[in-house]
Nanobody, 113 residues
């Protein structure tokens, strides 16, 4: 499974971004997909996951501002982010659990004033 993220960029505090992750296979066969992030000098941390049954799980600090979704017809998982803060600055990685764990290359999100 290959995962390709897009949608990152520079945004001011309070702004929004939508990240996309396109998979090379039919994601209807992938039970769990989602997003992690890693800031410089920090460990990779969970942002959100979503199952093939549309059940979602969020990190405690992100469930009010971030929304994860998936579109099986497009083999794509999304992360809608709003009210972004400087501490959201990180590289965001798409993740898939399909026999083993797969990761994308990541997309950079930078929140600055």
């Amino acid at each position: 499974v290959q995962l390709e993220e897009s949608g990152g960029g520079l945004v001011q505090p309070g702004g929004s971004l939508r990240l996309s992750c396109v998979a090379s296979t039919n994601i209807r066969s992938i039970n769990v997909m989602g997003w992690y992030r890693q800031a410089p000098g920090k460990i990779r941390e969970l942002v959100a996951t979503i199952t093939s049954g549309q059940s979602t799980n969020y990190a405690d600090s992100m469930n009010e501002r971030f929304t994860v979704s998936r579109d099986g017809s497009k083999n794509t998982v999304y992360l809608q982010m709003k009210s972004l803060k400087p501490e959201d600055t990180a590289r965001y990685y798409c993740y898939a659990a399909h026999g083993r764990t797969y990761w994308g290359q990541g997309t950079q999100v930078t929140v600055f004033s």
